[in-house]
């Protein structure tokens, strides 16, 4: 067995954070962070959240649920501010010599919000809630490897793969795979009863959630504020006001064309870190005239990505080049040609289509994200140009996720990325996958994820994710114009230290990292 000494792996080379686009953020008086207090109330206002919204983490689909499942729920492994990976319940890890088996050994001395003690069953039922056939889990794709959960004493699971998975331990931190107590069902993830360091006490669907600090919760270096309250405010401009009249003290999703203004508000900080979020254009490949890779190819060449990033970012971010794997990520494909604004190649796909001009539909709503009707509409004129008529669906904000998106066969969608190149393709790109809103099936790319998870050399790894980049961007159903930076605001009486950037708003921690100084 191949031992990970004291449970960390380290990835600070390919999770590249960065805070030079912070904007607005200052330091207290004396120029160092004043020490983590506890105590007070934190009122966070989320562009996100939908009626619709469960509690069943198989079907958590945006950041407000996310927030909560990090805030109420526990994983095996948690992503650091770093970019590391760091122990949660599990204490350690070690891994066969070809990753193939890996044995984890839970924390002892932690217990549920009802007190019940977290057991090797509890870590067994909630895997096997996202695995199988039938699973609808939205996470079923990334634990689809696992052949075998068994368990050993009363402090070992064994996760046995169908083949070598370096990066095994970082699919463990996905906000969906939460240790929920077991019951003859499989789990308990009805009653919101977790093993985090917040107990919910009201949930209301795309409304509003509330939190108390879990007294008995393992960890003394997390949750410091008494309560919290997280409202879903999808409106961008009821998000800002209520951030400026003192309703809420902090927001995500800052209205970029008015970020440099709120930050000069007195009181007010505005703060931006670059991360793996990114934006697309989701088509459905399995309907036309989406079938036709030259037609795919057209849209993408008629899109003008560095527009985008100048007015529906303002800056906050970096063009895109159709594939989901952020330039501070490891194995990042820098030698792929860049996509540009090209109507005359975007009008030479046409023909290869055996068409002269196009017609269809681009569904967008803000809630998919801040801007995206804007830029629909600025996708519209720039494909005008290569005889593209673009028409633009503008859709209601509540429901969009479960109406609009992977139902309607051309839609704007908003990725916060994953932290490995495996866990991001497994997600949204694998054939089949819950969350492949592209509907995308490639045999050549299907051999590849599965080689290079498994493959250990470096070097050949990288080559595999190197050419599944080109294949996403050049043959897939995704326009991604754009990565965007994660910008939030927040009053000065919030404070925090380095922040991750592998989600929003700390890493959808801020619930538990964050603290209140008067």
Known sequence: MSIIKGGFLDRRGFLKTTAAGAIAATLPMGGAMAAPTRGGHLRVAKGHGQTTDTLDPGQWSNGFMSALGFAV??????????????PELAESWEASDDAAVWRFKIRQGVTFHDGKALTVDD???????????????????????????????????IFTLDAGNADFPFILSDFHLVICPANDDGIDWQSGNGCGSYVMTSFKPGVTAEFERHE?????????????????????????????????????????????????????EVESISGTQHYTFAMSTNQDP?????????????????????????????????????????????????????????????????????????????????????????????????????????????????????????????????????????????????????????????ELLVKARAELNEDKRRDMYWEMQDLVANQGGVCIPMFANYVHAKADKVQHGDMASNWEMDGERWMERWWLVE
């Open 290 to 446: 989406f079938t036709d890779n030259n037609i795919r190819q057209a849209l993408k060449y008629a899109l003008n990505r560095e527009e985008l990033v100048e007015k529906i970012l303002f800056g906050y971010g970096s063009v895109g080049n159709d594939h989901p794997i952020g330039r501070g990520q490891r194995f990042y494909n820098s030698e792929l040609e860049q996509k540009t604004y090209d109507p005359d190649k975007a009008k030479f796909y046409l023909k290869e289509a055996g068409l002269d001009t196009l017609t269809v539909s681009l569904s967008a709503s803000d809630a998919a994200f801040g801007g995206a009707v804007d830029a629909a509409t600025l996708f519209q004129n720039s494909a005008k140009e290569a005889g593209i008529d673009l028409q633009v669906v503008r859709e209601p904000k509540d429901g969009y996720w479960s109406d609009v998106w992977m139902k309607k066969p051309f839609t704007a969608v908003y990725w916060s990325g994953r932290p490995v190149a495996d866990q991001m393709f497994s997600t949204a790109y694998q054939c089949g996958a819950a969350w492949n809103d592209s509907f995308w099936c490639n045999d050549r790319f299907e």
């Open 123 to 157: 870590v067994v039922a909630s895997i096997n809630h996202h695995r199988g056939e039938d699973s609808t889990s939205a996470a079923g794709p990334i634990v689809a490897p696992i052949q075998e959960i068994t368990t050993e004493g009363t402090d070992t699971v």
């Open 216 to 268: 008995n919760h393992w960890r003394d270096d997390v949750a410091w504020v008494d309560s919290c309250e997280m409202l879903s405010v999808v409106d961008q401009n009821a998000r800002t006001t209520a951030l400026v009249s003192g309703d809420v003290d902090a927001i995500d999703r800052v209205d970029l064309k008015a970020a440099s203004l709120l930050g000069r508000r007195p009181g007010v």
């Open 73 to 86: 729920h526990g994983r095996l492994t948690e992503v650091a501010a770093d970019g590391s990976l760091i």
